[in-house]
């Protein structure tokens, strides 16, 4: 019956797939800004403005005008709105309270005539529905300031379309347009989608491992638990009463992890809370098992049984290997006794094999099953405690071949620690175990212990004598305090790059793009672009009786040819001639016809001289000063003084300069000096960069010039290029455009989009190179594992001629000996071609990872090995025989 205190598997499967479907709802919603950025991104302004004109305005601003205008102008906004137009200053309640009726935006276009406001826009001549105009200070004084420069261009009902333009760009829209905020809004979800992906993969990866450790143990359990009973027999058969209490103490923990495996696998999936859990019934289940073995592989020993052999070979092989790279190293006398000590240990097996075949005389028919039964016992206790005199003679004997190791070294050279050198010995022992077992290695203290064997063993004795002699570490020092010396290890120039990669630059990238868009939302494109206007003059007009436009006689020595007269031709040939020679210069953006207006200043507009310069006010050059609202009424008086000789010059509805139209004013003074005045063009000043009206002194402070007949100066035809070029460029910079951006939100949008794209591109670089370097080592596996197989068919065919070597070699020692060396041989051999056919039998998906390539390693260091002892054994029977043919009576004639 299922625990009722346990959740709900359905539940918990649910939770499981949250993640993914959390991944596939950070999808959407990435699709989603993407169709809302894109339609944001790519709309088109399509609703007109709503406009209230009051009676009575001045400029020929009507209802009728204003509405033409706007239609001829094709003004179309984002959001449909109200704009109403007065011309008396606005009350308190309207610009702080936002009271204005049933409008949107309210304009005053009226001024305090004493102080206009040119230079810093009055804000409260402006009013929003329901709002502080206060709150919006830079969109109030934007829709002034745009009202104001046209105004100041000759404009009425244009300057009114050109508010209502800018309005709508900066108060009514707010919908952020710009692609690079929508394109980073659309990445972040996306971006955060794959780390949610991956994150959930990774779980998933996880939760898979952690089902396989735990089925693992499970399975290590069932087998524990199955052999309990087998066990107990064999543990009765030895009679030993430490081995029948092992044997109780594993079937008392047995029961105990049941329990814990029932509670752990209650759940559908484990979950990383239970990772302590899982990775204690994990140690605790292995533990059991290696306890388990230890005790039937003692109790098999002990009792004589049929495996009592195997058991002994699982101790003497590591020894017997150890041994045998020791003869490579030890002098002559040293490795007589060695090798003695080898035959002995050797001897042993071969009784080991053979002492359960020693049954009863046949004159001991009153012997019944238990006497014989208790015979094998002593026998192999007494084999045991022979085994346990050979080990620690061999102890003895490697301790001195270590000491005659480190004395023949060179004693000033890598010196190491007592400590350091049994690490060394430690790490070597545990290799070569891991090598014998392929990569199955459990502890043999607890079976040397229940055998009553001496641990550690020989062996880290023996590697200690390799590692003294492979190594060349030197003579040890007498004082050497066994201490390990703890170095503090630098980081690495790989972790410094990792570092690097994986946290500094996508955090420098993600700032640095924030920073980028917030400059180009906040700034838009100042001056200092590259121009790009190509469009030469179109046509050229004079009005007004051109000599009056004074010119010098005659041209000093090496300056440029000028004409007196203002033409076409010049004109297009100073711009050009401008524009191969700088950099900073263009033509004209768009087509324009010009009209020179040669005009006495006199039947215009009073004017005063404000030249602070003595000798240019005695020369008559210097600025002079035009009243602005006298300006703008002799602006309205050139038109329709213009107009009559070139009526195409205005538009009718409006009486304003028609858009491809310019006209450009010469001021004629009583005494002959000449002065250009601001050019009246069909354009009107829009947007947040515009430099069209801007500066009123272009307009109401001409620079009066004089051009005495004995000195050369710049003449009216070299200006007039000039003015051009200025009025060309501030053209391009008209018309510049942007919405409210919200520099914080752009920043932190585009920084963390950036930041995580970065994060998002350096995990798929990991990940295809881990995929890579996990492909190409699974490769290389298979190519190992496939030479694996091939040496162990070279090693198998030549089995034969193996066993005729070792008993070439050890046969006059001990038959016995030979037969159980080459036992060892030919078992490891077995269990490097099982483990070979096994790992070739897996499934192909199985067949990578790092515990699969492992396992492929321990392999070949076990065969590496195997064909090593076979070389050993050829060579030594080589030399055996060789030496017999140089001296036959020398040997023994049954070798």
């Not at 080991?352 to 028919?365: F, I, Y």
């Not at 200690?464 to 050497?480: I, K």
Request: charged share 30%; with cysteine; net charge negative.
């Amino acid at each position: 019956m299922a625990d009722p205190a346990a959740p709900p598997k359905r539940k918990q499967l649910r939770a499981l797939w949250r993640s993914a479907w959390g991944a596939l709802a950070l999808a959407g919603l990435a699709v989603g800004f993407g169709v809302v950025g894109y339609g944001q991104v790519t709309a088109e302004p399509e609703h007109r403005v709503e406009f209230v004109i009051d009676d009575g305005l001045p400029y020929g601003i009507t209802q009728e005008s204003v509405e033409y205008a706007a239609e001829q102008r094709g003004l179309r906004v984002y959001e449909p709105f109200t704009l109403h137009v007065v011309e008396r200053d606005l009350d308190w309640a309207e610009h702080y309270r936002g009271e204005i009726g049933e409008a949107d935006v309210l304009l005053s276009m009226g001024d305090d005539v004493d102080d206009p406001d040119l230079s810093l826009s009055d804000f409260t001549r402006v009013a929003f529905d329901g709002e502080d105009s206060g709150d919006h200070y830079r969109a109030a004084t934007e829709i002034r300031a745009t009202f104001i420069n046209n105004r100041t261009l000759g404009h009425g009902p244009s300057a009114v379309v050109g508010a209502a333009s800018t309005a709508a760009d900066m108060y009514v829209d707010d919908g952020n347009r710009s692609a690079l905020f929508w394109g980073s809004l659309t990445a972040l979800p996306l971006f955060a989608a794959c780390g949610v992906m991956y994150l959930w993969l990774r779980d998933r990866r996880a939760e898979r491992e952690r089902k396989r450790r735990f089925d693992a143990g499970r399975l290590r359990l069932a087998r524990s638990v199955l052999e309990v009973d087998a066990l107990e027999a064999r543990v009765s058969a030895a009679g030993d009463r430490s081995l029948r209490n092992q044997w109780r103490g594993v079937r008392r923990r047995s029961m105990e992890l049941a329990r814990v495996e029932r509670d752990l696998g209650q759940w559908a999936v484990l979950k990383p809370e239970d990772e302590e859990a899982l990775a204690k019934f994990e140690a605790d289940t292995l533990e059991l098992h290696r306890r388990a073995d230890a005790v039937a592989a003692a109790a098999e020993l002990h009792a004589g049984h049929a495996g009592s052999r195997t058991v002994l070979d699982q101790l003497a092989a590591p020894v017997v290997q150890a041994v045998d790279d020791v003869l490579g190293h030890a002098d002559v006398s040293e490795s007589r006794d060695l090798r003695e000590l080898r035959g002995e240990l050797l001897g042993l097996l071969g009784e080991a094999a053979t002492a359960n075949d020693e049954g009863p005389e046949p004159n001991d028919a009153e012997r019944d099953d238990d006497a014989e039964a208790a015979g094998l016992v002593e026998r192999h206790a007494e084999l045991l405690s022979r085994w346990n005199d050979v080990e620690a003679r061999l102890i003895d004997t490697a301790r001195r071949l270590e000491r005659a190791g480190r004395n023949s070294r060179n004693t000033g050279q890598n010196i190491p620690t007592e400590e350091e050198l049994r690490a060394a010995a430690e790490e070597r022992s545990a290799e070569r175990l891991r090598a014998m077992t392929v990569g199955e290695t459990e502890s043999l203290t607890r079976l040397r212990t229940l055998l009553g064997l001496a641990t550690p063993g020989p062996l880290k004795a023996l590697e200690r004598v390799l590692t003294v002699r492979e190594t060349g570490f030197g003579a040890l020092r007498a004082d050497a305090t066994p201490a390990r010396a703890r170095v503090t290890k630098p980081v690495s120039p790989t972790a410094k790059v990792g570092i690097g990669v994986g946290i500094v630059a996508p955090l420098a990238v993600g700032l640095i793009a924030g920073w980028i868009a917030v400059a180009d939302a906040d700034t838009n494109t100042r001056y200092g672009r590259t121009l790009v206007g190509d469009q030469p003059l179109h046509s050229l007009s004079i009005y007004g009786d051109l000599d009056l436009v004074p010119a010098a006689d005659e041209e000093p020595e090496g300056s440029p040819l000028r004409t007196p007269e203002i033409t076409l031709d010049y004109v297009r040939y100073a711009m050009d001639r401008s524009l191969r020679s700088s950099d900073d210069a263009a033509l004209l953006p768009e087509q324009l016809d010009l009209i020179v207006a040669v005009l006495p200043i006199d039947d215009y507009a009073d004017y005063t001289d404000i030249e602070e310069n003595p000798e240019r006010r005695a020369a008559g050059e210097g600025r002079v000063e035009i009243d602005y609202w006298d300006m703008l009424e002799a602006y309205q008086q050139i038109k329709t003084d213009v107009a009559v000789e070139y009526p195409e010059l205005l538009d009718p509805v409006t009486g304003e300069v028609v858009q491809g139209q310019a006209v450009m004013p010469i001021w004629i003074f009583p005494d002959g000096a000449w002065a250009i005045g601001g050019t009246l063009t069909g354009e009107i000043s829009a947007g947040v960069d515009s430099r069209l009206g801007t500066y009123s002194f272009t307009y109401t402070e001409p620079f009066r010039r004089a051009v005495p007949a004995e000195r050369a100066d710049l003449t009216a035809a070299d200006l007039v290029p000039y003015e051009l070029q200025k009025l060309g460029r501030i053209m391009e910079y008209n018309h510049q455009e942007t919405g409210p951006e919200n520099t914080s939100g752009i920043f932190w949008t585009v920084a963390l989009a950036f930041w995580a794209g970065a994060q998002t591109l350096v995990l798929a670089g990991v990940a295809v190179v881990e995929s890579g370097r996990r492909r190409a080592g699974t490769r290389a596996s298979r190519a190992q594992l496939k030479d694996l197989r091939a040496q162990l068919d070279r090693l198998a065919l030549g089995l034969d001629l193996s066993r005729l070597d070792m008993v070439a070699v050890l046969g006059g020692e001990s038959g016995d000996a030979a037969v159980a060396d080459q036992r060892l041989y030919e078992s490891s051999l077995v269990t490097a071609w099982r483990e070979v056919q096994h790992l070739e039998d897996l499934p192909r998906a199985e067949q990578s990872g790092e515990d699969w390539e492992s396992r492929v390693r321990y392999v070949q260091r076990l065969v590496d090995t195997l064909a090593q002892r076979d070389r050993d054994v050829a060579h030594r029977a080589n030399e055996l025989l060789r030496a017999q043919r140089a001296h036959p009576a020398s040997h023994s004639p049954n070798v």
